[in-house]
T-cell receptor
Framework: DAGVTQSPTHLIKTRGQQVTLRCSPK?????VSWYQQALGQGPQFIFQ???????QRGNFPDRFSGHQFPNYSSELNVNALLLGDSALYLC??????????????FGQGTRLTVV | AQKVTQAQTEISVVEKEDVTLDCVYE???????LFWYKQPPSGELVFLIR??????QNEISGRYSWNFQKSTSSFNFTITASQVVDSAVYFC???????????FGAGTTVTVRA
């Protein structure tokens, strides 16, 4: 049973560009959350998707957007990249919405470097 | 708002020593959940434990144990007889009420030397 898979594993982008990160949830999971982890810090919640809708959002600008597909996979898009967007982006999946959504399994992350 | 504080930035021990990681939390919710995750160098966050606010029983799982004290808003984690494979960053996290996101502490880096 595959766990949470993210692609790509590493990415280098230039300031001002746009990037799309992808996540496939663990089998049987229908809720996907995204977190940003800057170097030396704890993960920060970006947003959560359930039934193809954004259900909860953290304190991130509108440059960060997402999507969930009918097969529960998800994308994170970041526009107008800034140097400060360099971080490890973690995807987490969980079964159902609500407190059960905190029983989260995390992927290995995508390391984004903005130059 | 939820807040988690892990005051210890780094801990270094010799193999077989015990190590305790401190976690202090703040929340206004009466129902909340506390977590510990391990992050090895590969980057993936590995779930270790989830504890709800109504269950203050301490828990032991192999060499891992957790001490939850609501009176001091603490949820500490002890690794007994540490091993080199325990070297990682450990995060304490909190969620509560209708806020389903995880709020993480800054993490504690544990280095176990052979």
């Amino acid at each position: 049973d595959a766990g949470v898979t993210q692609s790509p594993t590493h990415l280098i982008k230039t300031r001002g560009q746009q990037v799309t990160l992808r996540c496939s949830p663990k089998s049987g999971h229908d809720t996907v959350s995204w977190y940003q982890q800057a170097l030396g810090q704890g993960p920060q919640f970006i947003f959560q998707y359930y039934e193809e809708e954004e259900r909860q959002r953290g304190n991130f600008p509108d440059r960060f957007s997402g999507h969930q597909f009918p097969n529960y996979s998800s994308e994170l898009n970041v526009n107008a990249l800034l140097l400060g967007d360099s971080a490890l982006y973690l995807c987490a999946s969980s079964p159902g919405f609500g407190q059960s959504s905190t029983e989260a399994f995390f992927g290995q992350g995508t390391r984004l470097t903005v130059v | 708002a939820q807040k988690v504080t892990q005051a210890q930035t780094e801990i270094s021990v010799v193999e077989k020593e015990d190590v305790t990681l401190d976690c202090v939390y703040e929340t206004r919710d009466t129902t909340y959940y506390l977590f510990w995750y391990k992050q090895p160098p590969s980057g993936e966050l590995v779930f270790l434990i989830r504890r709800n606010s109504f269950d203050e029983q301490n828990e032991i799982s192999g060499r891992y144990s957790w001490n939850f004290q609501k009176s001091t808003s603490s949820f500490n984690f002890t690794i007994t007889a540490s091993q080199v494979v325990d070297s990682a960053v450990y995060f304490c996290a909190l969620s509560g009420g209708n806020d389903y996101k995880l709020s993480f502490g800054a993490g504690t880096t544990v280095t176990v030397r052979a």
